[in-house]
């Protein structure tokens, strides 16, 4: 689930690391010897406390109102973003996850602040990537120590979110910008905050939200993925009848090429939706992503 995503992402990469260091060891002979899986949990230990210690020095050069975005080491330039980007969760989330694994109670500190500053994106109708922002970061600090507070910004943020939702099309619209190109623009990321969708029908009673999660992954399911399970990036649609104009990609090689990332947001959503609606549609859909 997307509250796990950063801890699950982070476990991935230790094990790679350990999978490439021990299937690279050759011998005395140089030849290629067995794979052997040298994961343990010392070693975990080690890399969640390491990233626990960079966190904390990245805090210190963070902009007190800005969330840091990237790091550039060639030229040791610390890029931040306004709290309207996308990732803009991602940060204080990951701070939450190693003060859990940890205790310091510094790394809830930090965390608290930009929470602070991510409030306002609760009334943000502009953009589909509230889910990332607020229930990676709210969210896992209301799972953590339940505050009301936290439950009132995030579910304000899910009706913001479902403004975006058109009926005639069935789905959540993602971008604003292109005019000239999409009249209806729907990318294969929607997926991934469906889940904020479903947390909040489950939290306010009201059935609305979750309705609207079912709907937007059965349109995307009817019409982002070719016979072989591959997906395009953006659909766009017609406001006035539902149907497809345009199947193009904004990030991939071309428009019918299928696009890695893209293909991972439908996988994780789809595993999202069977986990909260227990339809075995979803699954089903997903596992012919995975074969893919």
């Known amino acids: 689930m997307i509250l796990k995503n950063t801890l699950t992402y982070a476990l991935g990469c230790i094990i790679l690391m350990s999978l490439a260091m ?13 794979p052997k899986l040298s994961l343990t949990q010392s070693f975990v230990d080690k890399q969640l406390d390491d990233a626990a210690l960079q966190y904390k020095v990245l805090a210190k050069r963070a902009d007190p109102n800005l969330l840091p975005k990237t790091y550039y080491a060639d030229r040791d330039f610390l890029e931040n973003s ?6 803009s969760g991602f940060y204080p989330g ?3 996850y190693l003060y859990e694994n940890s205790g310091d109670t510094s790394l809830w500190n930090e965390a ?3 929470l602070d500053l991510l409030t306002v994106e609760k009334d943000n109708k502009g953009t589909h990537d509230l889910g990332f922002m607020l229930y990676c970061s709210f969210g896992n600090a209301d799972r ?3 505050n009301p507070a936290y439950k009132k910004v995030m579910l ?9 939702f058109n009926p005639t099309v069935g789905c959540i619209k993602s971008w604003d910008h292109n005019k000239d190109k999409w009249q209806f623009p729907v990318i ?11 947390w909040a029908s489950r939290e306010s009673g009201d059935t609305k939200y979750a309705d609207i999660a079912k709907i937007h992954a059965n349109t995307t399911m ?12 953006v659909i766009d649609y017609d406001t006035t009848t539902g149907a497809v104009r345009n199947k193009h990609t904004a990030q991939g090689f071309a428009h019918e090429s299928a696009w890695s990332r893209g293909q991972a947001w439908g996988l994780y959503g789809y595993v999202l939706m069977y986990r909260d609606t227990k339809d075995p549609i979803y699954l089903a859909q997903a596992n012919h992503i995975a074969d893919y």
């Open 112 to 114: 608290a602040k930009k």
């Open 144 to 146: 953590l120590a339940a």
């Open 156 to 164: 304000q943020g899910a009706e913001s979110l479902i403004s975006r």
């Open 82 to 87: 306004k709290t309207s980007w996308w990732t």
């Open 22 to 34: 021990t299937a690279g060891a050759q011998s005395k002979n140089g030849k290629q010897q067995t």
């Open 222 to 233: 009817k019409h982002h993925f070719r016979d072989d399970y591959s997906s395009y990036h």
């Open 94 to 96: 990951t701070l939450l």
């Open 188 to 198: 294969i990321d929607n997926m991934m905050n469906l889940e904020f969708l479903n």
